[in-house]
Antibody, heavy 122, light 113 residues
Framework: EVHLVESGGGLVKPGGSLRLSCAGS????????MSWVRQAPGKGLEWVGR??????????DYAAPVKGRFSISRDDSRNTLFLQMDSLKSDDTAVFYC?????????????WGQGSLVTVSS | DIVMTQSPDSLAVSLGERATINCKSS????????????LTWYQQKPGQPPKLLIY???TRESGVPDRFSGSGSGTDFTLTISSLQAEDVAVYYC?????????FGQGTKLEIK
């Protein structure tokens, strides 16, 4: 069974940094293109960014609001996805989900973690 | 970026009745080389992550009840619940995966009338 488990969320001051992790199991993590999606309190879903598998180049794409501040990486030896968040703003307060499209449907996410709450506040 | 617009923002339907949610993209999400629409639908209940219902605009995910169906092509899409059940109360989102940045509709809140 596929599992995605996020960790690393918490309270951080504006301008601070935080790194989220997402541990994957039950699938071949190294083959998966992984994304982060966030949801501000009471709001809709927002795609944050994606990292391709290493065999497909390992490249990353980001949404405009986070480009230059957030960085996605992966450690396939540990089946873990990371989201490094720097220069955090209050607008970044959200539940962050890691998500994967494992059924060959490109960016249609058939597996999600339970989410990790990031609160940016002084 | 492709903008996704859902209508209505909220919807109240009686149990057993049909619910219809619309989604419009600012540009076509139909990839001509494979004739697939890169459009998906999710259901999200409070305190839970989204759940994939439909992909390629009309393919139902395994385990999803057949009362859920997706239709449309190009820029206009519809999610239909043929006979609303109590457990279908949720927020529904469409999302395009034709190009990055992937983008979601604003969501439609479905309630029981």
């Amino acid at each position: 069974e596929v599992h995605l488990v996020e960790s690393g969320g918490g309270l951080v001051k504006p301008g601070g940094s935080l790194r989220l992790s997402c541990a994957g199991s039950g699938f071949t993590f190294s083959n998966a293109w992984m994304s982060w999606v966030r949801q501000a309190p009471g709001k809709g879903l927002e795609w944050v960014g994606r990292i391709k598998s290493i065999r497909d180049g390992g490249t990353t794409d980001y949404a405009a609001p986070v480009k230059g501040r957030f960085s996605i990486s992966r450690d396939d030896s540990r089946n873990t996805l990371f989201l490094q968040m720097d220069s955090l703003k209050s607008d970044d307060t959200a539940v962050f989900y890691c998500a994967a499209a494992l059924g060959g449907m490109s960016g249609a996410f058939d597996h999600w973690g339970q989410g990790s709450l990031v609160t940016v506040s002084s | 970026d492709i903008v996704m617009t859902q209508s209505p923002d909220s919807l109240a339907v009686s149990l057993g009745e049909r619910a219809t949610i619309n989604c419009k993209s600012s540009q076509s999400v139909l990839y001509s080389s494979n004739d697939k629409n890169y459009l998906t639908w999710y259901q999200q209940k409070p305190g839970q992550p989204p759940k994939l219902l439909i992909y390629w605009a009309s393919t139902r995910e395994s385990g999803v009840p057949d009362r859920f169906s997706g239709s449309g092509s190009g820029t206009d899409f519809t999610l239909t619940i043929s006979s609303l059940q109590a457990e279908d109360v949720a927020v529904y989102y469409c999302q395009q995966y034709y190009s990055t940045p992937y983008t979601f509709g604003q969501g439609t809140k479905l309630e029981i009338k």
